[in-house]
């Protein structure tokens, strides 16, 4: 379970690991992508 900020919803927000999608960005920095379970917005969040 990954803990997420929803901006649309303005709160955080668990979402499952089978939804939670794991990239780089163009630099090389590896972030979090899903999609917001109660209002079906994009989420991004960087991690170490």
């Known amino acids: 379970m990954a ?3 929803c901006v649309k919803c ?3 927000v668990t979402v499952d690991d089978s939804a939670v999608k ?3 960005t ?6 979090l ?3 917001c ?5 994009k ?4 991690t170490k």
């Open 10 to 12: 303005r709160k955080k």
């Open 37 to 41: 379970p109660e209002c079906g917005t």
């Open 26 to 31: 163009t630099k090389g920095r590896p972030i």
């Open 43 to 46: 989420m991004t969040k960087f």
């Open 22 to 24: 794991r990239e780089t």
């Open 33 to 35: 992508k899903a999609i």
């Open 3 to 5: 803990e997420m900020y």
